[in-house]
């Protein structure tokens, strides 16, 4: 049953991320990642403002798996690194908390760089 959550969140939050990196374009042009920046911020707020309200919950496990797996997962898995920064702050690990940040930022742009790199290699494209 958790499946179907995933999907239904997941789908959902495919579509509201389309939407709104669309509209982005439209309203702010294209010269910026504005799409991005805008599903990276409101996820992490949703994905705190969930998470504060629902707690321990009955039925937690289904919201995570609606609204957090599947909507803001498909929306920006930008929001779980956030939340997770956070219980590891809460928790009183500040140390782990901005390691986290730094190496969530820091490690996927060298992957991106470093992924970008190996296409080039392969397909034989330059690199700039």
Partial sequence: MQV??????GALGAVLRFSVSMGMVRYMGSGFPWG?????????????FLWSILGDTVGQQRMN?????GLLGAFTTFSAYSVESL?????????LAAVNVLANNIGALIAV???FM???LLT?????
């Fill in 4 to 9: 179907l959550y995933v999907a239904l969140g």
């Fill in 124 to 128: 034989g494209r330059p690199l700039a």
């Fill in 87 to 95: 219980r590891l702050y809460q928790d009183g690990q500040a140390m």
């Fill in 113 to 115: 760089v470093g992924g």
């Fill in 118 to 120: 190996a296409g080039s």
């Fill in 65 to 69: 798996a609606l609204f957090f797996i």
């Fill in 36 to 48: 991005t920046l805008v599903v990276n911020v409101v996820g992490s707020f949703v994905a705190g």
